[in-house]
């Protein structure tokens, strides 16, 4: 059985959106990473406040552009949060 493809998106599109995905990707690991280590409290907070500024300024951008890729292929609201891309095919389909 074959998925439905609902759009191929551009390679700049593709890009951008993979670069976002690997950065928030990159922040939850390092979120978890500083749990497990022995810092003393003011480190440690020093860089959880750093991490997630990045990861709330990160995800902003990787919302935004999900908006922008709506509106392009007319994907339906009831849609969101449903789609997920092929990085190597630069193909959207629908989660199900």
């Known amino acids: 059985m074959s998925k439905k493809i609902l759009a191929t998106i551009t390679e700049y599109e593709r890009d951008t959106i993979e670069q976002l995905y690997e950065k928030?990707?990159?922040?939850?690991?390092?979120?978890?990473?500083?749990?497990?280590?022995?810092?003393?409290?003011?480190?440690?907070?020093?860089?959880?406040?750093?991490?997630?500024?990045?990861?709330?300024?990160?995800?902003?951008?990787?919302?935004?552009?999900?908006?922008?890729?709506?509106?392009?292929?007319?994907?339906?609201?009831?849609?969101i949060g449903k789609l997920y891309i092929d990085f190597e095919n630069m193909e959207i389909y629908p989660m199900n």
Do not use: A, P, R, V
């Open 24 to 79: 928030i990707s990159s922040l939850k690991s390092l979120i978890i990473s500083l749990s497990e280590k022995k810092l003393k409290s003011d480190e440690q907070n020093f860089f959880y406040k750093k991490i997630l500024n990045d990861w709330y300024t990160t995800n902003k951008k990787y919302t935004y552009w999900w908006q922008k890729i709506y509106k392009k292929y007319n994907f339906s609201k009831e849609n």
